[in-house]
């Protein structure tokens, strides 16, 4: 639903997709409220009145670029796993995904923590897509490691583990430059996932 959603949005006449990629630029890089209304018609180079006309004022502005975002990561991380087909190389496709975003000219980490902090008590929807975008990578997660035989009972605890990891990953790259954290990440994920392929020992006797 919100994949086509954001994209009949996107096919609107007279900049709005144009204004829509400026403020997720300008957002990525400043912040939410750091970058004002004004910004982000100047960078784009349009009236004030252009840009009330499509989002009505800044905060659905800023949930319609939270919008597009996710169906962004949701496709580009799709394409990646599905390039794939081995079950335990599916889920490596998601930190080698991360590893070539940390390698972009433009990476400024993640921005849903980012809106979820700047509009705490704020604006219920902006806090609700941050949860969302969160939810839906777990969920993509657990689905990739069921696939490789972890079992429904544990998979949603490993799902977190790994967030976790990924998580700590983009703030080291983001704050410390370190490029390879997703690499790094993986490796303590593949311990993680191993522990819990290993079969039980009321299983497999003594």
Not at 38 to 52: C, F, G, H, P, Q
Not at 115 to 125: D, L, N, V
Request: aromatic share 6%; with cysteine.
């Amino acid at each position: 639903m919100l994949q086509s959603q954001v994209a009949i949005r996107r096919r609107r006449p007279d900049n709005y997709a144009l204004l829509l990629d400026t403020a997720d630029t300008l957002f990525a890089r400043s912040g939410f409220h750091e970058v004002s209304v004004e910004d982000i018609a100047r960078e784009a180079k349009v009236t004030k009145s252009t840009l009330y006309r499509h989002f009505g004022g800044k905060e659905n502005l800023v949930t319609e670029v939270l919008e597009n975002r996710i169906v962004q990561i949701e496709a580009s991380l799709a394409a990646a796993v599905n390039a794939r087909q081995d079950p335990r190389d599916r889920l490596k496709a998601v930190f080698d995904w991360h590893t070539a975003w940390f390698a972009q000219p433009d990476f400024a980490g993640c921005m849903f923590p980012l809106a979820a902090r700047e509009y705490k008590g704020e604006h219920p929807e902006i806090i609700r897509l941050s949860e969302v975008q969160k939810l839906s990578l777990r969920n993509a997660v657990r689905a990739l490691v069921e696939a490789i035989g972890v079992p429904e009972t544990r998979s949603e605890h490993l799902a977190r583990q790994i967030i976790c990891l990924l998580d700590g990953a983009v703030v080291s790259a983001q704050l410390l430059g370190e490029k390879d954290a997703a690499d790094i990440a993986w490796n303590m994920a593949e311990t993680a996932l191993s522990a819990e392929l290993v079969p039980s020992r009321s299983t497999t006797g003594r």
